[in-house]
């Protein structure tokens, strides 16, 4: 079975006016999250299976832009395994604050940024 799409996410160096932007452009709920550093979470208002997101600041003009997380078991694994196929880890496992489980971040071999959760 492959791996699905669990999560996206859109970075932007404004993130409030990105924040502003997708509320108002698709009607979805963003809330702030506070302890998070100006990231907000995404309720698409979709139902209860469909992805959630986040929007929030990049930390750079490489962090900017639109990424998709895939739902994994094990992080390590599939950034080695990402490695061996031509890709790059740019970001090792970091635990997220509450309970909301660990990601960590490659580029594949065209440089596009792809997110792991588990």
Same mark, same amino acid.
């Given at each position: 079975?492959?791996?699905?799409?669990?999560?996206?996410?859109?970075?932007?160096?404004?993130?409030?006016?990105?924040?502003?932007?997708?509320?108002?452009?698709?009607?979805?709920?963003?809330?702030?999250?506070?302890?998070?550093?100006?990231?907000?979470?995404?309720?698409?208002?979709?139902?209860?299976?469909?992805?959630?997101?986040?929007?929030? #600041?990049?930390?750079? =003009?490489? +962090? /900017? @832009?639109?990424?998709?997380?895939?739902?994994?078991? !094990?992080?390590? &694994?599939?950034?080695?395994?990402?490695?061996?196929?031509?890709?790059?880890?740019?970001?090792? #496992?970091?635990?997220? =604050?509450? +309970? /909301? @489980?660990?990601?960590?971040?490659?580029?594949?071999? !065209?440089?596009? &940024?792809?997110?792991?959760?588990?």
């Amino acid at each position: 079975m492959g791996q699905p799409v669990a999560y996206f996410e859109i970075n932007s160096p404004d993130h409030k006016r990105a924040q502003d932007f997708y509320a108002q452009m698709f009607d979805w709920n963003v809330t702030a999250v506070p302890e998070m550093g100006g990231y907000s979470l995404v309720d698409t208002g979709a139902g209860e299976d469909a992805i959630g997101g986040g929007i929030g #600041p990049s930390d750079s =003009p490489a +962090d /900017a @832009g639109v990424k998709i997380y895939m739902r994994v078991d !094990d992080l390590s &694994a599939y950034l080695e395994r990402a490695e061996r196929l031509g890709g790059k880890t740019v970001m090792s #496992p970091i635990t997220l =604050p509450g +309970d /909301a @489980g660990q990601i960590a971040i490659f580029t594949d071999p !065209d440089g596009n &940024a792809v997110g792991l959760w588990s």
